[in-house]
């Protein structure tokens, strides 16, 4: 198994330049030291933070390259929604003056930030958002920042509280580098955690690829290494591309659809054949299970490639099906073109017929052989005709 970039981190060195912390402070970087060890371990660690920075209020965000909020736990008052927060601004940084004025990575940004440019009237949306949650002002800081990930820190005060101070911000800057190596720390464990999993598929010899929430591949199995080299897939700037314009986009599709958590369209996607080899290439995505104490750094879909004979679309294959499913000779046709991955479309123009025509043939097939899906009609012709 090939890991592409480390998930492990040395903290010594970090901590050792940490500035100084009262009592107070020192306890705050204790309970971010553990966050990453338990499931409410954020939430404690920024209540304690909030209060240790006289704000009461506290968020923990993750900015990816698919989901706009992938990560977005709030403290000591009611979460605002992903959705509200993306349709006022809140991750545009020319609408959202808190993400407009994001600095460079432990960088603390405060109210002389915000002021320059709060009244500005593309704020007007999200400013009304800060006044319906009572969250005027406060400071915030960038903890993570790479190609495909940027999770920030902020605080929040009230129109009551008024704004922030020097000393405030001040205590957010000396705890920051804390929350900083927790953030790292979070991502090392996640990560870990998806390398058990992958290990053991690993040792079944699959070939497999592991994907970040930006749909970047972290681990790839010694398999799939091989079907990279046979040019069934590619790698460009750490995705999985197509061999083919049609390859690419299907499985653009598919990985898309379960990075957001969606249904796949099709069990198996099939690869375009090559001219030299009878066999045909198709892969498997998969998006792994959710946990809502996970940052946006934890691995969120697998990807398996396999080998496979296609069907013969022979007097003999389509006898076969006919016999065991009680098939007419065209819907047996259609139902091996399906087991080979060909689309409706396709199946339409291969037959010289419809699609609405291949469609009512697929509900009569549906009908014979107690299927209710294409991907349960696939399985089921796959056991009949012995082909894994």
């Not at 920042?145 to 704004?163: L, N, Q, W, Y």
Request: glycine letters at 8%; hydrophobic letters at 40%.
């Amino acid at each position: 198994m090939i890991r592409v970039e480390s998930n492990l981190y040395i903290f010594v060195l970090e901590m050792e330049s940490l500035r100084p912390l009262d009592s107070a402070g020192s306890r705050v970087a204790e309970l971010l030291a553990d966050a990453p060890l338990s499931a409410d371990g954020w939430a404690v660690a920024l209540k304690a933070l909030a209060e240790y920075t006289d704000a009461g209020r506290a968020q923990l965000i993750g900015f990816g390259a698919i989901d706009a909020l992938p990560f977005n736990l709030f403290v000591g008052m009611d979460p605002i929604p992903s959705d509200k927060q993306i349709e006022s601004g809140g991750t545009d940084p020319d609408r959202s003056w808190r993400l407009g004025s994001s600095g460079a990575t432990l960088k603390i940004v405060g109210e002389e930030d915000y002021a320059a440019r709060r009244n500005r009237p593309q704020s007007d949306a999200y400013n009304a958002v800060c006044e319906a949650w009572d969250i005027p002002y406060g400071a915030q800081t960038i903890l993570w920042d790479d190609d495909s990930a940027k999770v920030g820190i902020a605080t929040f005060r009230g129109f009551r509280e008024g704004p922030g101070r020097r000393e405030h911000e001040a205590r957010l800057a000396a705890i920051a580098p804390h929350a900083r190596t927790a953030v790292r720390m979070q991502r090392a464990i996640e990560c870990q955690g998806e390398s058990l999993t992958f290990g053991a598929i690993d040792a079944l010899g699959v070939a497999a690829f592991l994907l970040d929430r930006s749909g970047r591949v972290v681990m790839i199995s010694p398999e799939a290494e091989t079907a990279l080299r046979q040019g069934a897939l590619r790698l460009e700037g750490g995705r999985l591309v197509g061999r083919t314009a049609v390859d690419d986009g299907v499985l653009r599709t598919a990985i898309g659809r379960a990075l957001r958590g969606l249904p796949q369209l099709s069990e198996r996607l099939w690869l375009s054949s090559r001219d030299d080899t009878f066999d045909r290439s198709w892969c498997e995505v998969y998006a792994l299970q959710r946990r809502d104490w996970a940052t946006l750094f934890r691995p969120n879909v697998l990807v398996t490639i396999n080998q496979t004979r296609p069907l013969a679309c022979s007097n003999a294959t389509v006898l076969a099906l006919r016999q065991l499913l009680q098939l007419t000779p065209s819907e047996a046709d259609v139902a091996v073109r399906l087991a080979n991955g060909e689309a409706r479309s396709d199946i339409a123009d291969a037959r010289q017929t419809s699609i609405g025509t291949v469609s009512v043939q697929l509900k009569s097939i549906f009908q014979k052989s107690q299927t209710r899906r294409e991907g349960e009609l696939i399985s089921l012709i796959n056991r009949l005709m012995g082909r894994k």
